[in-house]
């Protein structure tokens, strides 16, 4: 029983967590719509969105446990393919230091 409670609640959470990018690009698209610059959310939704796949991904897999890494079960695929958000379009790091320059904090900018 635990261990399905334990279960549940990670799944919930991934789910709040989808939730909430969810409800940050409707927010950016109507901003986009109404002509708003967007690249401090746009950046901050690929990047947490990149990393939230990664870890649905790697929960599935957990889920699954040795069967999730046989070509069998979908989640493998998932699991492989994942790794390009973070990768494709600019990497973590470089999303990163977008957010810092709209922030004001790029390390580069400053002498």
């Not at 927010?27 to 690249?39: P, R």
């Not at 600019?90 to 580069?108: Q, R, S």
Request: aromatic share 8%.
């Amino acid at each position: 029983k635990q261990w399905y409670q334990r279960r549940v609640r990670g799944l919930a959470e991934l789910q709040t967590e989808i939730e909430c990018l969810r409800a940050m690009l409707y927010q950016c698209v109507e901003q986009h719509v109404a002509g708003e610059d967007i690249t401090p959310q746009a950046t901050m939704l690929k990047l947490k969105s990149g990393r939230l796949i990664r870890e649905v991904a790697d929960s599935c897999l957990q889920f699954w446990g040795g069967m999730g890494y046989t070509d069998d079960v979908f989640i493998s695929r998932m699991y492989r393919d994942t790794r390009l958000m973070s990768i494709g379009g600019g990497a973590d790091e470089v999303m990163l230091n977008v957010i810092c320059k709209f922030m004001g904090t790029d390390p580069g900018s400053r002498s």
